[in-house]
């Protein structure tokens, strides 16, 4: 059994739709095919709602009259007549639904997280109607299914976390009768139902993350993520001249490489494939005859060296220090605590080898920069019984690079360090852990581009002829992969960022170069 998903640029409009339905025609049955909203249609949705809050009716039905006319342009592309009327009278409830929904915000004259999602799932759900009318248009029986009937989520709107077993259950329930009976499941990405019935949204890009959750709960042979990039790059292209396709990586290294910044997959997305050893395939709709990325659990095949550098900008290097080692416990349990109350990203936390530092590389962006954080962090220490020092450094990114075997050899650190020196890039921090599967440095942002292109040019190197000197193909690959996903010998008991965490904080770098904004050091007194 094969899942598909197709991303909103893949299913852009009507040509691209049935191209999209022809990818999933040449996939063996049983299919089930997952799709995102027309790409920037959740964008306009979102703009309705939250205009339709504000009180603005004429942009917030510019904006759904704006999304109706996305989709009419794609069922228009449907050849079949019969399929176009099914499609139409379909698209005509979801987007009535939507007007009343709109309606009943600015009635009620403000926004919540339930009705957003409600609000939003319009886009998936309409492009399920369009990709399966598409499919039955072109002779290939098929029926769509909405998942917030399938992925069961707990109640946090806007961002639900999946129940694994309930979803295995109502996947058997909905979907498998559909595809014993020889039919093409399209499903909507991005929603599941609360408990108390209601639609919920898995957080933006969340479609990834749908198709893996629904191929675990599927059992399925393979996962393919259809995209508009040809698969998981060594580096982002706009920066990195060339940057190429990444042939093979492993689960670890591509929840790393979500984690820090590589837009390919959405950072959950791998989860659900590692618990049943499912293959992931990242796939482009614009080149589909080349290879892609295969995702499995083995990282082997192309080579043991650094397969991406990425970056991830935007990030606050936060430091707090304290009197005694013995304190550090109670300020780092203060300083978490704030932080997830906050809703701070924390990307990675360090402790200084002088032992009484402890770093947190956190992204707070929505939540302000140096200033709110610092005086949020001096105010929770403020009661304990020991004096605390926080600092906090802006513009910091993270410039991680990824490959589990080059990664765990410590002369590779050694080496990143070595080529930042001689490029005369400050290193503000950096990590070491057990075993590595990214190498991961803190740098001012100003520099994170230039490190990327180094690290690139020295680590990254130009790929190896195959045994038969040629790229390896599709069903060669595919072979593979099926071999290797029966292998379960070596499972990883430390997952993507696990493992001992060790960290060191260049504080004398730090301070000591003109291009990093240090804000100024609070003393708590
Ligand atoms: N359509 C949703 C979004 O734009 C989900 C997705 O694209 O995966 O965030
Ligand atoms: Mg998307």
């Given amino acids: 059994m094969i899942v598909l998903k197709f991303g909103g640029t893949s299913v852009g409009d009507a040509a691209r739709v049935r191209e999209a339905a022809a990818i999933a025609e040449a996939q063996p049955m049983p299919r089930a095919v997952v799709v995102s909203a027309a790409g920037g249609v959740t964008n306009k949705l979102l703009e309705a709602a939250r205009a339709a809050a504000a009180g603005d009716t004429p942009q917030a039905q510019a904006a759904a009259a704006a999304v109706r006319q996305r989709h009419l342009e794609i069922v228009r592309g449907i050849a079949a007549t019969d399929e176009r009327l099914v499609a139409l009278a379909e698209l005509d409830q979801l987007h009535a639904a939507l007007d009343e929904s709109l309606a009943s915000v600015t009635a009620a004259g403000s926004l919540a ?37 399938v992925v069961a989520t707990d109640g946090r709107h806007g961002s639900a976390r999946p129940d694994r077993a309930r979803t295995r259950e109502q996947a058997a329930a909905v979907v ?9 499941v399209v499903l909507t990405g991005f929603i599941g139902g609360a408990p108390d019935g209601s639609t919920t ?17 599927l059992d399925a042979d393979e996962v393919q993520i259809w995209t508009d990039v040809p698969g998981v790059l060594s580096a982002d292209p706009r920066q990195v001249a060339d940057a190429r396709v990444v042939p093979q990586v492993s689960y670890d290294e591509a929840q790393e490489l979500a984690h820090f910044g ?24 614009f080149a589909p005859d080349e290879p ?7 990282s082997a095949g192309a080579s043991d060296g650094l397969k991406a550098v990425t970056a991830l900008r935007g990030l606050l290097l936060v430091t707090v220090d304290v009197p005694e080692l013995e304190d550090l416990a109670g300020a780092s349990a203060k300083v978490f ?52 020092d926080v600092g906090c450094t802006e513009d910091v990114a993270v410039v991680a690079a990824v490959g589990a075997g080059a990664a765990a050899r410590p002369a590779t650190l050694a080496r990143m360090l070595d080529v930042l020196g001689r490029a005369a890039i400050p290193v503000l921090a950096t990590s070491q852990q057990d075993p590595n599967v990214a190498l991961v440095v803190a740098v001012p942002v100003a520099h994170a581009e230039r490190a990327v292109r180094i690290l690139h040019d020295a680590f990254i190197r130009p790929q190896p002829a195959s045994a038969r000197g040629r790229r390896l193909r599709r069903a060669e690959l595919l072979a593979e992969s099926e071999s290797r996903s029966v292998d379960r010998r070596w499972v990883s008991g430390a997952g993507g960022g696990g493992g ?18 240090t804000e100024g050091r609070e003393r708590r007194e």
């Fill in 337 to 388: 605590g704030a932080l997830a109350e906050d809703g701070v990203e924390v990307i990675s936390v360090s402790q200084a080898s002088s032992r009484r530092r402890m770093a947190y590389l956190v992204d707070a962006t929505a939540q302000g920069g140096c200033a709110r954080v610092q005086r949020r962090l001096v105010g929770v220490l403020d009661g304990a019984d020991f004096e605390a």
């Fill in 176 to 184: 498998r009768p559909l595809l014993d009976d020889g039919l093409t």
């Fill in 113 to 149: 997280a339930r009705d957003t999602d409600r609000i939003v799932a319009t886009g998936e759900k309409a492009m399920s109607v369009l990709m399966a009318a598409t499919l039955r248009g072109r002779d290939t029986p098929a029926i769509h299914v909405f998942a917030d009937r």
């Fill in 500 to 517: 001992e965490l060790e960290w060191q904080c260049a504080d004398s770098i730090r301070t000591s170069h003109p291009a990093l904004r």
């Fill in 292 to 298: 892609g990325t295969l995702v499995t659990r083995d």
């Fill in 262 to 285: 590589a837009k390919v997959l959405h950072p959950r997305t791998i989860r659900p494939a590692v618990a049943r050893g499912i293959p992931v395939r990242i796939l482009s709709t």
């Fill in 201 to 217: 949204t898995l957080g933006r890009g969340g479609s990834d993350y749908s198709a893996t959750l629904l191929g675990a709960a």
